[in-house]
């Protein structure tokens, strides 16, 4: 299997780069830079980005960039996906400078999702400086935060997860979105790092390509903050404040200009897996997390 360390960045599409300038800056505090090639480097440590904007037709995700250790690991990695017959795409020069690593392979999974395997991040070392005065993000070995994709194709995408991309079960959720309906699956899935989840898959189609993102902080004050800045904002709220009841991370969600949820929190479990037990839970959330906030009237 792919021996993946962290969810490195994910990149994501919109028809106006400035709508997403002002959602990082003035709600994420998190601030921005050109991107090589167009569109806009969202930063929230000391790697040049975290976030990647790029300007499309259409308001949606597109990608999630999955870090390596090595060049060993990344060739390793090529060789199994030719051994199991599933084709990849290598990034052009041009596309590795904007993703600023040293090589790239491009895959699809079962439910059309589309992941970047990479090495060899570029880092400037330039320092975080929030213009909202956030202190930090909490990332690095455990990568950006987590990515919920859709999987509408379960069965498969999870065995592709699992088999191939080489994520572990951290937990179940069988979620029935309304009384009579069949339960629909939510597996979450955690990398060789210690935070409690890096992808999840949801087991149904969602318009924008992704359910909602992750990132954490350091501290309730600034989950209040960003909340506050939300509403100055007349950003969307997606789900109330709460805590979940799997990975204790106490968030809110709000919309992103790209059309899918993004998760503020803190707090968030990091485990030892020689020691974890994989469950199934029977809510969401142990307190808050009220979803109907964000349905359409």
């Not at 994709?149 to 951290?170: I, K, M, R, Y």
Request: charged share 20%; hydrophobic share 40%.
């Amino acid at each position: 299997m792919i021996d993946i360390r962290a969810l490195s960045y994910f990149v994501a599409q919109i028809r106006n780069l400035s709508q997403w300038q002002s959602y990082a800056e003035d709600v994420l505090g998190m601030p921005v830079s050109p991107a090589p090639g167009g569109g806009l480097y969202v930063k929230m440590d000391e790697r040049p980005f975290r976030m990647l904007i790029v300007e499309g037709d259409e308001d949606r995700f597109q990608a999630c960039g999955w870090e390596l250790a090595s060049r060993e690991a990344f060739d390793a990695a090529l060789v199994l996906l030719a051994s199991k017959g599933i084709s990849w795409e290598l990034g052009d020069a041009e596309l590795c400078r904007q993703r600023g690593v040293q090589a790239l392979a491009a895959l699809v999974d079962p439910s059309g999702n589309r992941h970047e395997l990479v090495w060899g991040h570029r880092s400037d070392c330039l320092p975080f400086v929030s213009p909202q005065g956030v202190p930090r993000f909490i990332t690095g070995d455990m990568g950006l935060g987590h990515a919920v994709l859709p999987a509408p194709q379960f069965d498969a995408t999870l065995a592709f997860a699992t088999e191939v991309l080489g994520f572990s079960v951290s937990d179940i959720f069988n979620f029935s979105p309304a009384e009579g309906v069949p339960p629909v699956r939510i597996y979450f899935l955690h990398c060789a790092n210690a935070r409690h989840h890096s992808l999840a898959l949801a087991e149904y189609p969602v318009p924008s390509g992704c359910v909602h993102v992750m990132v954490e902080v350091d501290s309730m004050t600034e989950v209040g903050r960003a909340h506050d800045r939300m509403q100055a904002s007349d950003v969307a709220l997606s789900a109330t404040l709460g805590q979940h009841l799997n990975d204790h991370m106490t968030s809110f969600y709000m919309k992103t200009p790209s059309g899918f949820d993004l998760e503020y929190g803190y707090g968030g479990l990091q485990l030892d897996w020689e020691q974890h037990s994989v469950f199934e839970f029977t809510r969401v959330s142990i307190w808050g997390h009220d979803f109907s906030v964000g349905r359409p009237q």
